[in-house]
């Protein structure tokens, strides 16, 4: 196995390059490998470079393994960087990630429906301070903050989202209006006795709004008033 005795360093990208591909190339100095690959953060920006130095010829399995490091490092750092921030701007709601393009197709699916048979739809934002939990108990704990308030909401038999790939959750409720939504809300929260370290908001389709507009509209409420759950 070509992997089995390989030198593996985090390198700068080049000053002036955007290396925005994995490259596999012959080592110069020797029989082997030199493969390089960008570890990337959401927005695509190179945030480093994984240099692996292989004394043999990479497979196609080598590779594969290579490249599916490469995707969970590049995870890794994307969370890290949104636990550095408390809160994440208006426009990430925009993301071109696969997540969010699935999002913005199941929406429009529902509102294309909800207009069809002039039904209310409601959003509700929810949105855990993981930052928090992890300074004051640990990455574990804020893993199981984040499951606790998803497996809350599925006892209602709603299953809660992520359309923007980060901790940002979403109840997509059709046929629901804001009253209801909020009702659900209350009742889905009613264990948690630290309602700071989970914001929710509801928002109420217009029924001219894409979904990015409604989550935005959401999010914003949660922003102006973390404890209430209306908006």
């Known amino acids: 196995d070509a992997l089995s005795s390989q030198t593996l360093r985090i390198e700068r990208p080049a000053p002036g390059t955007s290396q925005r591909e994995a ?12 493969a390089l690959l960008p570890l ?3 927005d695509g920006a190179v945030a480093s470079v994984l240099r692996v130095e292989s004394p043999g010829v990479l497979g196609d399995d080598d590779e594969a393994l290579l490249h599916s490091a490469t995707s969970l490092a590049s995870q890794a750092l994307g969370r890290v960087r949104r636990s550095a921030s408390p809160m994440w ?21 529902v509102f294309r429906d909800a207009a069809a048979h002039r039904m209310p739809v409601s959003l509700v934002a929810v949105e855990v301070d993981l930052r928090t939990v992890d300074a004051q108990a640990g990455a574990p704990a804020a893993d199981a903050r984040l499951l606790a308030v ?15 790939g ?11 209006a804001a009253r209801e939504a909020q009702a659900l809300v209350a009742k889905a929260h009613a264990e948690f006795v630290d309602p700071l ?14 979904g990015d507009e409604l989550l935005m509209r959401a999010r914003a409420a949660v922003r102006r008033d973390p404890s209430s759950a209306s908006g």
């Open 23 to 34: 490259l596999f190339m012959p080592d110069p100095f020797g029989a082997g490998t030199v």
């Open 40 to 42: 990337t953060y959401d």
């Open 89 to 109: 701007a208006d426009g990430d709601y925009a993301s071109d990630l696969p997540t969010a393009r699935w999002w913005r197709d199941a929406v429009a699916d």
């Open 150 to 164: 998803v497996d809350a909401w599925r006892r209602l038999s709603i299953d809660l989202i992520a359309p923007l």
């Open 166 to 176: 980060t901790e940002v959750l979403v109840a997509l409720l059709p046929g629901r």
């Open 197 to 210: 370290l989970l914001r929710c908001a509801v928002a109420e389709w217009d029924g001219t709004e894409s």
